[in-house]
């Protein structure tokens, strides 16, 4: 009989995270999920699994935590979803950003090259790196562009990956993932706050959104589509980085006009537009092509722009009517 295999996942409690347990689990996996230990511990994604995971302190800043659980979990597989993954919050905070989301990639990977090389490793990389775009669509071979300190620092962390791939031969591979969105979305999430707004309004408990640059535009997916994606990267032969994208690009204001008419109701009686959510350097233009993905890995998304949208607004109006009760 053949061993089960383990893996460890950074950021297991964000969206993407709980997704990806999820998933893994279903595939047999021991999974380990890695959290920072702080004073509020939010594990509202992954309560439903809590009792199925295993759950290990260690902190990206910190590279001897990182060198102990790979030490004490011994993963086959390491999935490195943990970021400072907020673009507003990397203006604010560029310096924690690059920390975490740049420096901490290349602790991981240093960690796994001492404990370890076999260790096949994942590193979420991110459309973001695109930025002012040099090419619609965007694939693996585009130039990138960043314009946020967040772009940046996904940039170092995609090429540190690369680095230690070709100079380590590490099987390490990066996803350039474009948005992908579900109900387990933050709330400062463009789509989320959507989402959540129109369920509010729906249920009057509000009666304005307020909202940024209704123009740009965005490739949308569903995040459970690209964890599948991940893991997809980590049973090939080779590494290599695919991009994970629907190839469709939607507006902020298509995707109000959709989760508005979810509820039977018009998107312009409500939204206003606020300056205050404008960014210092806009990424006006994001949309993928992963035909590599699809030859390749045999992967493509499942789930349609409005599908998501509805999904999402449909889970909204359920947990605000649950507390409501």
Known sequence: MSEQRRALITGITGQDGSYLAEFLLE????????????????????????DKIELVPGDLLDQVSLIQILQQCRPHEVYNLAAQ????????QPVLTGEC??????RM????RIVDPSIRFYQASSSEMFGKVREVPQ????????????????????????????????FACSGILFNHESPRRGLEFVTRKVSYGVARIKLGLDNELRLGNLEARRDWGYA?????????????????DYVIATGETHSVRELCEVAFGCVGLDYRDY?????????????????????????????????????LVQMMVEADLERLRSTLK
């Open 27 to 50: 595939k047999g996996y021991r999974v380990f999920g890695m959290v920072r230990r702080t004073s509020t511990v939010n594990f509202e994604r992954i309560q439903h699994i809590q």
């Open 85 to 92: 993954s907020f673009v507003p919050t990397s203006f604010q």
């Open 101 to 106: 989301t740049a420096l901490g990639v290349t």
């Open 109 to 112: 990977l240093d960690a796994i």
């Open 139 to 170: 694939n693996e071979q585009t130039p990138f562009y960043p314009r946020s300190p967040y772009g940046v620092a996904k940039v170092y962390g995609h090429w540190i990956t690369v680095n230690y791939r070709e100079s380590y031969n590490l």
């Open 224 to 240: 459970g589509d690209y964890v599948r994606a991940m893991w997809l990267m980590l049973q090939q032969d080779e590494p290599d």
């Open 271 to 307: 939204v206003r537009v606020d300056p205050q959510y404008f960014r210092p350097a806009e990424v006006d233009l994001l949309v993928g092509d992963a035909s590599k993905a699809r030859a390749k890995l045999g992967w493509k998304p499942t789930v349609t722009f409005k599908e």
